[in-house]
């Protein structure tokens, strides 16, 4: 046999199963075109895409990020938006018992017609809409069309026939439509982002035609745990179709199982033993390993539907308790307690579709290098792509997950609760197989800020306004999404907010998590982060610029420096320029040129993120996590990111990188003596040599070379008495201190200096 007949045997075998499946998935994203409701001309159309894309593939909209274009494409937020496509079906596919038409995200307010038809109604850009359309499907071609509504116009009569103002994040525009819109908050406008209000398909869309009966979900989670075996519940949940009377079986791997009683949205569980488990960790304590477990489903002898689990074997909690501090918040893996290294991450774009899946593989890939265990899917952004979550499976990076709810207060009406209650089950069902979730959050800084940012007098509201507003807090965060969680996903953590404790007093220090505002939105000096150290640090950074070649392919040359317009209005924060120039004028020198200016901020950033996260380490286990913000950028403007837009490490990445690696050595003047703090979170001993050059005006005056040893886990502190006892006599004026630290094979893996 020639090769390649060889190789189409192979496939035609390899597809042969497939063929057999009555499940068939017959994807949707050809022959779509748009136009602006109204209009005559309809352009083509990206599918998955948004209306901002394509609006400029027609050529109707120059780049969006360039300059000040945001600004003037402001309009079509406000217009509505028609998507259409034809598609073919045979006879065979028409045939089959069910047919779904699936859509696994629409942004956001969305009328569905199916040949004329109105099928249904979108109202929320984070559930997956799945629609039968048997009785409207026709044999040859179908129409599919789509018709997107403004949210402003949808909303506005909402927010103003409102008893009370809610306050909505960062929006920019007068009229706050969106705590009211369930949209990714970011989109309208956030204090490191522009204002871009899009809409459109911007998941898959597809049409799914079985018989008899299909796999809705199937996960699994590991119920007992020791060297020899792993007890694991696989559950899943099954659709059938009340056309079938017949029997169903699974076989999952080898195993097969008669089906007695189905009921539909009830989940059936089989537990399963897996001898010597090869567990999963986060990279930086194992290997992230994965097990993959295949289920199918028969009816009598038919193959009907088949999935793939890729599991990991791993139990994970989180101890929040009171201690005799105050209250610990820290998580353990396989029982092991492990400091949390990591960033908060927001979506890489304002226009999601338009990432690609190498930009989501080389992010994780960054976090990896830089030696982050954990990253947070802040509230204000999406519940992250399938991609996302996949990706951190395999490398080992743990995920903090919020629920998307951000600095703002919601409403609690009938139908807003009951769209909420619908994507919390939708996300925790689409996400809860994934062995990186480490917990759900409920939300970000809504409860911290109702106590402390000054909302009730800001907003004039009136004592029953308040409590109300608290009251439907309560019920979203300490009810309705805690027991969502202990039905869907019963053996995952769920905190209700991020942070549990506010910065404003030193006793707040001493309770769970944290956001440490106090340099930037608190205009404190770095060494601040010194002495601001909580239980476990979900938030703290500093701003930068991205760096030149990214700025340089969004603006004109003669907007390169600060003052212009279109500078200013990339910065987003209110405090804004001023404050950076402040840091890089205390801790460096004054600019000399943009280009310096750009420079001089990543170097204050990377200043301030060394300062806090060493601080963080070597309060071990008083904190036992630091997460700073923020990881990535969704558009090339200053942030408190470490990676920009483009992709480019800052020169804050770099001292992420090196600070998080496993053993560091700190050095200490916060006292009169000057001490080193070694730390380790390696899983095996260490041992190597500390290498301490003290210089004055250049010139070495001490240098001393101390063999260390660490066990798993280690810290310790040298005191270095003789060495202060020589320091004593010496000018503290030019003082320069170096660190190195050696591995056993002479390699260099840790250094640092600092002036005195
Ligand atoms: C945090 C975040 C964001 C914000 C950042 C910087 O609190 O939750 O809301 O972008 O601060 O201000």
Redo the contacts with the bound molecule.
């Keep these: 046999m020639k090769c390649t007949q060889y190789l189409s045997v192979l496939l035609l075998l390899l597809l042969l199963p497939v063929l057999t499946w009555s499940q068939q998935k017959i994807m949707l994203h050809q022959n779509w075109e748009f136009q602006q409701k109204g209009a005559s001309l309809f352009y083509p159309a990206t599918v998955p895409g948004t209306v901002h894309q394509d609006l400029k593939h027609a050529g109707v909209i120059e780049e969006l990020y360039f300059e000040n274009n945001e600004k003037q494409y402001q309009w079509i937020e406000e217009k509505d938006w028609i998507y259409q496509t034809n598609f073919e079906l045979d006879a065979a596919s028409l045939a089959k018992d069910q047919q779904d038409l699936v859509f696994e995200g629409l942004d956001t307010y969305a009328n569905i017609y199916l040949n004329d038809q109105l099928i249904g109604e979108a109202n929320n850009m984070f559930r997956t809409w799945r629609i039968p359309v048997k009785q409207h499907l026709k044999l040859g071609e179908n129409n599919l069309r789509i018709v997107f509504r403004s949210p402003l116009t949808e909303n506005k009569a909402r927010v103003e026939n409102a008893p009370y103002t809610l306050p909505a994040g960062?929006e920019t525009v007068p009229l706050k439509v969106s705590p009211y819109t369930r949209k990714a908050a970011y989109h309208f406008g956030?204090?490191?982002g522009p204002r871009v209000v899009s809409c459109g398909i911007w998941k898959a869309v597809y049409l799914e035609t079985w018989d008899k009966a299909r796999i809705k979900h199937f996960w699994g989670n590991t119920v007992a745990l020791d060297q020899a075996k792993a007890s694991i519940n696989l559950s899943l949940e099954l659709e059938k179709s009340p056309n079938y009377q017949g029997k169903l079986s699974i076989r999952i791997d080898d195993k097969k199982y008669e089906l007695t009683t189905l009921q539909n949205e009830k989940p059936q569980s089989f537990l399963v033993e897996v001898l010597q488990p090869k567990l999963w960790w986060p990279h930086t304590h194992g290997e992230p390993n994965l097990q993959a477990f295949k289920l199918q489903l028969f009816a009598e002898n038919q193959l009907l539907d088949e999935q793939t689990l890729r599991m990991g074997i791993r139990q994970i909690e989180l101890i929040h308790e009171k201690d005799s501090v105050g209250t610990a918040f820290y998580f353990k893996v396989n029982g092991q307690a492990i400091f949390m290294k990591g960033a908060?991450y927001i979506p890489q774009d304002l226009l999601i579709p338009n990432v690609k899946p190498a930009q989501y593989k080389r992010l994780i890939e960054q976090s990896v290098a830089a030696n982050m265990n954990m990253l947070r899917v802040?509230g204000?952004g999406i519940y992250e792509q399938d991609l996302f979550y996949e990706l951190c499976d395999e490398k080992g990076i743990l995920v903090w997950q919020d629920f998307m709810f951000?600095?703002s207060m919601y409403p609690n009406d009938t139908s807003f609760l009951a769209n909420v209650k619908a994507e919390i089950a939708d996300n925790i069902k689409r996400l809860r197989h994934h062995p990186c979730i480490a917990v759900w959050c409920g939300n970000?800084?809504m409860d911290v800020a109702w106590h402390n940012w000054g909302w009730q007098k800001q907003y004039q509201y009136s004592p029953s306004d308040s409590s109300e507003i608290w009251q439907n807090y309560l019920q979203l965060f300490h009810t309705i999404i805690p027991e969502a969680i202990k039905t869907l996903d019963p053996m995952r953590a769920y905190t209700s907010t991020s942070p549990l404790s506010n910065w404003g007093t030193a006793e707040n220090f001493n309770h769970a998590s944290m956001?440490y505002?106090g340099v930037?939105?608190g205009r404190e000096p770095f060494k601040n982060f010194n002495t601001n150290v909580g239980r476990f640090m979900v938030?703290y950074?500093f701003q930068s610029f991205p760096a030149m070649a990214s700025l340089k392919k969004v603006m004109h040359d003669s907007s390169l420096h600060l003052n212009s317009i279109a500078m200013k209005n990339r910065q987003k924060?209110y405090i804004g320029n001023g404050l950076i120039t402040k840091h890089i004028e205390r801790n460096f020198r004054p600019a000399n040129s943009f280009a310096d200016f750009v420079e001089l901020s990543q170097k204050t950033q990377a200043l301030g993120m060394k300062i806090a996260i060493q601080a963080h380490r070597k309060t071990r286990p008083h904190c036992m996590g630091t997460l700073f913000?923020?990881l990535n950028d969704c558009w090339p403007g200053p942030s408190?990111s470490v990676i920009d837009y483009e992709g480019n490490p800052k020169l804050a990445y770099q001292t992420v990188k090196e600070n998080f690696q496993p053993v560091i050595a700190v050095m200490d003047t916060s006292q009169q003596s000057f001490k080193i703090h070694l730390i380790s979170d390696a899983i095996v001993s260490f041992q190597g040599k500390l290498v301490l050059k003290v210089k004055s005006s250049d010139k070495t005056v001490i240098e001393k070379s101390y063999p260390i040893y660490l066990p798993q886990h280690g810290q310790k502190v040298f005191s270095l008495k003789r060495l202060n006892k020589k320091l004593a006599t010496l000018s503290r004026d030019n003082l320069e201190y170096q660190i190195q630290v050696f591995n056993q094979k002479k390699e260099l893996i840790f250094k640092d200096q600092m002036q005195y």
């Design positions: 960062c956030w204090d490191w908060n802040w204000g951000a600095g970000n800084e956001h505002w930037w939105h938030e950074g924060s913000w923020q408190w």
